[in-house]
């Protein structure tokens, strides 16, 4: 009788049957990737651009993961009311809607002149921007070629369209190349000399972001500005945005793509004499300032007086690697009353100049006629 070793012993014990694994055919490739399932580009006479619609694993993962997280409120300071959803998109998702609104959005480095203490002198916006929208007094409508004009305007999602029951081809979203601005309250198109700068509808990728934030801070906006800043040297000074144009106590929803950046927030100082308080915080409590490092997906809603006394800021961070060079964008919904606000957001926000586009060999923005510039040497 053979002796099995200590190894024999707990070596289990071969199974005759046992299937073997199939080795993989080297003429097997994984399936192609479906294709993915975009409507046609927004078109209009205000965009200088077409500007495509969102891909649809974007546009599914914003509408069934969004938000990511609940959001927590932030109210423990005289006259601050925030809330704090970390994150409200994805990271991944983040990201990609970053790219994908960096690569296809128009956007502008503003210049005007403002008097100080009277004399002129001209600021250079240091970021890129672009805005969507239009106030309350006026209204995007689109207007079919027969029959009545559907009271179509920038709060409807046009990613969502309405189902035609008589076909089974898949359903067309409203075209944005058919709205035309109207009066809110008679309905009659707007006088041309309404607004100083044309209003833009908010494009169907914006809208569908829109449309998500407001059922998640229970707002309604009509604005959407876009902020692009490439650098740590690109930021935003100390300001608040408290004007009358906005009405009492905004809802303004501020949301972070791409890399990560400073948020900093402080009180302002209140007038000789007075304090500001809340029910909930006394007199004698000191304000400290806030700095919130956001990253890509974050965003913070301001609301309530939080506006009429705090001041917000993305400083400069030169110097620093990482995130800071990586680019960042910044989209704030906001919901402006008057003609005034819209005259404000396209002067400061599209102004007169040059249209900048994101160029992906060149990894920066670059202005639109260095761009068709270099194409036509290339194809010579």
């Not at 100080?116 to 250079?124: A, S």
Request: hydrophobic share 25%; aromatic share 8%; with cysteine.
């Amino acid at each position: 009788m053979s002796k099995r070793t200590l190894d024999t012993f707990f070596k289990p014990a071969a199974t005759p049957n046992s299937t073997k694994r199939a080795k993989p055919n080297s003429n097997d490739e994984p399936p192609p990737p479906p294709d993915e399932d975009i409507g046609p580009p927004d078109t209009h006479p205000s965009y200088p651009i077409s500007i495509p619609q969102l891909p649809s694993h974007i546009s599914v993962s914003l509408t069934h993961g969004t938000p990511a997280k609940q959001p927590r409120a932030i109210n423990n300071q005289p006259d601050l009311d925030l809330l704090y959803f970390q994150p409200y998109i994805t990271r991944p998702t983040a990201n990609e809607l970053f790219k994908f609104l960096r690569r296809e959005l128009p956007f502008y480095r503003v210049q005007y002149t403002i008097k100080r203490g009277g004399i002129e002198t001209e600021i250079n916006t240091p970021r890129y921007t672009t805005v969507f929208g239009v106030d309350e007094t006026s209204k995007f409508c689109s207007t079919p070629t027969n029959g009545p004009s559907e009271d179509v305007d920038e709060d409807k999602d046009l990613s969502q369209p309405t189902t035609n029951p008589q076909s089974n081809s898949p359903p067309q979203p409203t075209p944005v190349s058919s709205l035309t601005l109207i009066d809110t309250t008679s309905k009659n198109p707007i006088r041309t000399t309404k607004y100083q700068y044309t209003p833009r509808p908010i494009p169907t990728c914006l809208a569908h972001l829109k449309n998500l934030v407001e059922s998640a801070t229970g707002a309604q906006y009509n604005f959407c500005l876009v902020n692009y800043y490439s650098t740590g040297n690109d930021s935003i000074t100390f300001h608040s945005d408290d004007e009358r144009f906005l009405g009492a106590n905004p809802d303004i929803a501020s949301l972070s793509l791409g890399g990560e950046r400073e948020f900093v927030m402080k009180h302002k100082p209140p007038p000789q004499g007075q304090s500001y308080t809340t029910p909930a915080a006394p007199a004698t409590q000191a304000t400290q300032s806030l700095k919130m490092p956001l990253s890509s997906g974050d965003m913070v809603v301001m609301r309530g007086p939080t506006q009429s006394h705090w001041l917000h800021s993305i400083p400069k961070r030169k110097g620093r690697g990482g995130d800071a060079v990586r680019g960042r964008i910044n989209i704030t919904f906001r919901r402006a009353m008057v003609p005034a606000g819209t005259n404000n957001y396209y002067r400061y926000n599209v102004g007169e100049g040059p249209i900048w586009r994101w160029d992906e060999r060149r990894q920066e923005m670059v202005m639109m006629e260095s761009r068709v510039r270099e194409k036509d040497v290339d194809s010579e």
